[in-house]
């Protein structure tokens, strides 16, 4: 095979989060980002990198998630497929996004009493 063809199917599996890289000590498991421009664009980095399968997410923490999700907005998921959750995550935050912020700063001040000589306005 050729050796473009393989640095082209590693970065192809690097962006779609498959695998994981590692390059000077480093891990890269973005394609965009500085780490994997240098390795993908020199031969010799290249060569001495390594690359292993990226760790799904386990199907107990999907589980753990679907019910979160329910205990917190009290509807359930439609699906325990983590792309799903996160599309509901999305949509009940947005949809709560107006409070967020004020209850954020509310119990900012009760958890961190240093926060009040910021004079930022307490929501009730």
Do not use: W, Y
């Not at 063809?5 to 890289?21: D, E, F």
């Not at 325990?80 to 509901?88: F, L, Q, R, Y």
């Not at 700063?105 to 009040?116: D, E, I, K, Q």
């Amino acid at each position: 095979m050729d050796f473009e063809v393989v640095r082209l199917l590693a970065l192809s599996l690097l962006r779609a989060g498959r695998i994981q890289a590692t390059s000077k000590g480093q891990t890269i498991d973005s394609a965009t980002g500085i780490e994997a421009r240098d390795t993908f664009s020199n031969n010799n980095f290249f060569r001495q990198a390594s690359f292993r399968p990226k760790k799904g997410i386990e199907f107990e923490e999907l589980v753990k998630a679907s019910e979160a999700f329910r205990d917190t907005f009290g509807g359930e998921v439609a699906s325990s497929i983590a792309g799903a959750i996160a599309a509901e995550l999305r949509k009940e935050i947005a949809r709560h996004e107006d409070r967020l912020p004020q209850r954020t700063a509310s119990s900012s001040h009760r958890a961190f009493p240093a926060l009040r000589s910021l004079r930022v306005p307490s929501v009730k």
